[in-house]
């Protein structure tokens, strides 16, 4: 039976910040970055001072006219004020639509064109660049700069010193966040999320931090339009952790941030944690300090999880690897230590939540479901979304009362755990699982940092390879390496930044795969 109670009350994103500063404000926040909306405030702040830039643009935002239940679509360059913007238009009740900063022009007008005329806060750099030849003005009630001004545009700026007002807080039912989906097969979904579905989402992220016993530094690298930035933020701020937020993945600057910073808990998306790898020879030692490692997107490669544990100089450091969806939140998990993690089933993402989370394996066939026969992965929690929005009977397609179908095909192993195979999308004629295939390669080529597995134009599975320093690959180690995969068509080599990626860093397959086929057809 489903049985899970949903969460009594809400969690009001906008009083996150104002509430922990009331038990402590003064836990420090260090930033890699400047602030756009807040270019004098610096890289050290107290959460006490979050709190007020909080408020402060709350105000700014309700002297521009949003009221309550407004909806407010934010879509500038990367960075924590997005964050802090997000926070304020959620403390007046209003419901902010995070439209990530990679998402191109074209699809950020048809998500416009999809809400209610909503306020867009975006940059000059927008406006000037991918936005410059959409209607925003017939899209939005209003265009607000988030620094800067610009003629039609009302400038957040000029609206310092504004009335302060209280928190607003909505029914728990109702809209309170929409993010959208990776896009990884198309035009992304906007999902609504209201306060009761946050706070079912926000109690599984505060069981994993019940664990740590001692206070760490936390270092945080995600996306600033992911639903999971706003839990995380709700879950550490209350604790008096430590924070340190980065904008920059760039190796050596990460390096050079956690020298510094020592953080003992570390959360970033899996493909980050894959560039990160040559940190562990980092003279710098950036890693020695950290005790946890987490990761709650997708699976995370094992030789990446076995790397990183070895560089920790903790005793017995630990790795969380949670999958979840963007619909649902946190769905199944498992930890790995140094003892386990090279010996590790990348295709194994762990078991359901008790109490939490449940799943079940779905046939497609009408046949049992088994690791030959792998069905449908169908999940049933309590953070589940609203809706899609303006995509209603979109969303009840891959609804079954209570159940939710993400698309993703595995099975269950014998000791229950969910192993996941593929997204359905992604699945390839005669090949049982690419991601076990990306899996068994990466193991064996230390020089590989980064192996995607697509369709050809002719559905034959086509390797792209990214090695260390774009270094040309070895034609003989990867013959060798490939030797129980005959079907494999030769490996295309890349750069890393040429792959396409989503506001998480996955690696957009479709995408991937059009641009070979493209790049294909002109050499034929």
Same mark, same amino acid.
């Given at each position: @039976? ?26 420090? $926040? ?81 998500? =416009? ?25 017939? =899209?939005?009630?209003?265009? +607000? ?17 504004? *009335? ?13 966040? +929409? ?49 999971? @930035? ?15 937020? +980065? ?26 944690? @894959? ?77 359901? @939540? ?66 996941? =195979? ?30 995607? $597995? ?44 040429? =792959? *396409? ?24």
């Amino acid at each position: @039976m489903l049985s899970f109670p949903a969460s009594k009350q809400g969690l009001y994103l906008g009083a996150v910040a104002e509430n922990a500063a009331a038990k402590h404000g003064s836990t420090p $926040l260090t930033l890699d970055h400047d602030l756009d909306i807040l270019p004098d405030a610096g890289r050290e702040l107290t959460v006490s001072e979050l709190a007020r830039h909080v408020e402060d643009f709350g105000s700014r935002l309700w002297a521009a006219g949003v009221r309550t239940g407004d909806q407010v679509a934010i879509h500038k360059a990367s960075n924590f004020d997005i964050y802090i913007l997000a926070s304020a238009v959620a403390r007046l009740g209003a419901v902010p639509v995070m439209l990530s900063p990679a998402l191109d022009g074209d699809s950020v007008a048809a998500l =416009l064109g999809r809400l209610d005329r909503p306020y867009l806060i975006t940059d000059e750099a927008k406006l000037d660049g991918s936005l410059a030849d959409e209607p925003l003005t017939e =899209l939005s009630s209003a265009i +607000m700069l988030a620094s800067g001004s610009r003629d039609g545009a009302v400038s957040l700026a000029e609206l310092a010193g504004s *009335p302060r007002r209280r928190p607003i807080y909505p029914h728990p039912d109702e809209p309170a966040l +929409m993010t959208h989906t990776s896009g990884t097969t198309g035009l992304p979904k906007l999902v609504v999320h209201s306060a009761r579905t946050l706070r079912g989402r926000f109690r599984p992220q505060r069981r994993l931090m019940s664990l740590i016993r001692k206070r760490e530094t936390v270092a945080v690298h995600v996306s600033y339009v992911h639903s999971r @930035m706003y839990l995380a933020m709700a879950v550490l701020l209350p604790r008096a952790m430590p924070l340190v937020i +980065m904008n920059d993945g760039e190796p050596d600057k990460v390096a050079e941030l956690f020298a510094r910073t020592r953080p003992g808990f570390l959360e970033t998306h899996p493909n980050s944690f @894959m560039e990160w790898e040559p940190l562990v020879e980092d003279p710098r030692r950036p890693l020695a300090n950290v005790k946890y490692f987490s990761t709650t997107f997708d699976a995370i490669h094992p030789g990446t999880m076995d790397r990183l544990l070895q560089a920790s100089q903790r005793r017995m450091p630990f790795f969380f690897q949670i999958y979840g969806q963007s619909e649902c939140g946190p769905l199944v998990g498992r930890g790995y230590t140094r003892r386990n993690a090279h010996k590790a089933n990348g295709r194994c993402l762990g078991y359901a @939540m008790p109490g939490i989370s449940k799943f079940r394996i779905v046939s497609r066939d009408g046949k049992p479901p088994s690791k030959e026969n792998p069905g449908y992965v169908e999940v049933f929690t309590v953070g589940r979304a609203v809706t899609y929005y303006g995509e209603q009977e979109r969303f009840d397609r891959q609804t079954d009362g209570r159940w939710w179908r993400g698309m993703d095909v595995g099975y269950r192993g014998r000791l229950g755990c969910l192993h996941l =195979l593929d997204r359905e999308v992604d699945q390839i004629p005669n090949v049982h699982s690419t991601l076990a295939v990306e899996d068994a390669v990466l193991s064996r080529l230390a020089e590989v940092t980064e192996l995607v $597995l697509v369709a050809g134009p002719n559905q034959e599975p086509l390797p792209v390879v990214c090695t260390r320093q774009d270094l040309p690959l070895d034609p003989d180690r990867w013959q060798l390496a490939v030797a129980d995969f005959p079907q494999l068509a030769p490996p295309i080599q890349m750069s890393l930044s040429e =792959l *396409p990626r989503t506001a998480t860093m996955k690696v957009q397959r479709s995408e991937l795969a059009r641009q070979l086929h493209a790049r294909l057809r002109q050499n034929a």
